[in-house]
């Protein structure tokens, strides 16, 4: 994910959602239930704590790609990127 700012002018939303979702999707399968179990008891298993790390990365990510630019016109285009790609997402998983 590296610098900010969207991945590449040539990169379609839903590229990037692809690559999001095989991202987040090997420290998704590797969730068992009894990491579910541990975090309802407040307890985090390492499973649970890569999951977060992972989305709070990209969450991170996001947020600084959006407020790199003191133009509200780009961070408007850089805005409706992330959300078309949001849109996407459920379509391909």
């Known amino acids: 994910m590296g610098q900010g700012g969207i991945p590449s002018a040539n990169l379609e939303p839903h590229s990037l959602a692809i690559v ?9 399968q590797a ?14 298993s390492e499973n649970v704590n890569k999951f977060y790390e992972t989305n709070e990365k990209i969450k991170l990510w996001v947020i600084e790609s959006i407020l790199q630019y003191d133009d509200v016109h780009r961070r408007a285009e850089v805005m409706t990127y992330f959300i078309k790609t949001a849109l996407v997402s459920p379509r391909i998983r």
């Open 31 to 44: 969730l068992r239930p009894s990491d579910y179990v541990l975090h309802l008891t407040k307890n985090m």
């Open 20 to 28: 999001l979702s095989l991202l987040e999707g090997e420290n998704y």
